[in-house]
């Protein structure tokens, strides 16, 4: 049974460009969340996707875009790159059903440097 | 808002020695609570939740956590650690009011270095 998958491994990209990361979510699980974890820092919650829509945002710029597919995978996109947008991108998903047993299964992330 | 708060950043123990990580939060209602460890070159892993019910929590690999509402806190411990407990750990608080959204904050996280 696979685990969160997340591709790619690593990623440089130069300021003002764009960017898609993708995740494909743990077996049987439904809703995709993102974070964004910088060096030093916890993760902070970008946004999760249930049912191909997005359900909660935290407080991160309309540059971050995402997705979720049918088959329930999702891609974040980052739009005109900031030296500031450098971090690990984490994945993380869940069964929607399953709330009040929450637990989110991360993903090894996507390492992200922008020059 | 609502925010979680990590005192320790580093703590270098010897092994053997008895492990406490501290935790608070900014929220004055209900709260699920969650420790995650990051083992170096891993994904996150859950350590330990709470929800509701005795607040004593035990978790995988020997650690426990306790839940203080008066305090607002949800420390870590583990009477002895291990050369292998080196990771990272991080306090994460779900405000569950705040249903179908599984929004996870997290503190800035504790780095643990067990000396062998």
């Known amino acids: 049974d696979a685990g969160v998958t997340q591709s790619p491994t690593h990623l440089i990209k130069t300021r003002g460009q764009q960017v898609t990361l993708r995740c494909s979510p743990k077996s049987g699980h439904d809703t995709v969340s993102w974070y964004q974890q910088a060096l030093g820092q916890g993760p902070q919650f970008i946004f999760q996707?249930?049912?191909?829509?997005?359900?909660q945002r935290g407080n991160f710029p309309d540059r971050f875009s995402g997705h979720q597919f049918p088959n329930y995978s999702s891609e974040l996109n980052v739009n005109a790159l900031l030296l500031g947008d450098s971090a690990l991108y984490l994945c993380?998903?869940?069964?929607?059903?399953?709330?009040?047993?929450?637990?989110?299964?991360f993903g090894p992330g996507t390492r992200l440097t922008v020059l | 808002a609502q925010s979680v708060s990590q005192h320790n950043h580093h703590v270098i123990l010897s092994e053997a020695a008895s492990l406490e990580l501290g935790c608070n939060y900014s929220?004055?209602?209900?709260?699920?609570l969650f420790w995650y460890v990051q083992y170096p070159g891993q994904h996150l892993q859950l350590l330990l939740k709470y929800f509701s019910g005795d607040p004593l929590v035990k978790g995988i690999k020997g650690f426990e956590a306790e839940f203080i509402k008066s305090k607002f806190s949800f420390n870590l411990r583990k009477p002895s650690v291990q050369w292998s407990d080196t990771a990272e750990y991080f306090c994460a608080v779900k405000i569950p009011r705040l249903a179908n959204t599984g929004k996870l904050i997290f503190g800035q996280g504790t780095t643990l270095q067990v000396k062998p």
């Open positions: 996707y249930y049912e191909e829509e997005e359900r």
């Open positions: 993380a998903s869940s069964l929607a059903l399953r709330e009040r047993d929450h637990e989110q299964f």
């Open positions: 929220y004055g209602g209900t709260v699920n």
